[in-house]
């Protein structure tokens, strides 16, 4: 849960593809207080590197800061906060919930009004797949919450600058 007066800020950091990088970065944004709220890596096309995307909270006069403290280290290519750029931003959620073949219509015009998908089907359950910005994944589980909710599992944000400026 996010603190009233802590900002959620979102990074993007290339590094190199190598074991320990990951463990230096998050114990670079612990030391300075943030709090590190959602996180994806992945390799990128050369698979020399990989990208994080990085979903922090902590006080906003200090982001400046961290950013020049993950650039230091080592195998850290570039950080950059894309809070305020143009960017695209998607978040994927799995949500299972306990539905009986009688509430199955209800919950499956709740998947269809937020284009979702339906990834698994039982007598008693259902898995639903929700993809987009972060507010619209939070509005469908909050309105899928009128079923009993098994499970959620979130991937957290990832992020892509519009047009040819580099992640």
């Known amino acids: 849960m996010i603190k009233p007066n802590a900002h959620l800020h979102t ?14 970065i998050a114990q670079c944004f612990a030391r300075r207080g943030f709090n590190i709220e959602s996180l994806v890596v ?3 096309m050369d698979g020399r590197f990989s990208r994080m995307t990085i979903g ?6 200090g982001i400046d800061q961290i950013i020049k403290q993950v650039c230091k280290l080592i195998d850290v290519i570039r950080c950059i906060d894309h809070t305020d750029d143009a960017a695209v931003t998607r978040e994927l959620a799995l949500v299972k919930i306990r539905c009986s073949v009688t509430q199955r219509f209800e919950a499956l015009h709740i998947v269809e009004h937020f ?3 339906t990834v698994d089907l039982t007598d008693t359950s ?6 987009g910005d972060s507010d619209k994944v939070d509005a ?15 991937t957290g944000k990832v992020v892509m600058t519009r047009g040819e400026q580099l992640t």
């Open 140 to 154: 469908f589980v909050n309105m899928i919450k009128k079923f009993e909710v098994i499970e959620i599992c979130r």
């Open 42 to 44: 992945s390799a990128t």
């Open 56 to 61: 922090i909270t902590g006080k906003p006069e």
């Open 126 to 131: 259902m898995i639903i797949m929700a993809a």
């Open 115 to 117: 284009n979702c998908k």
């Open 11 to 24: 990074l993007s950091v290339y590094v190199a593809n190598k074991p320990g990088v990951l463990a230096r």
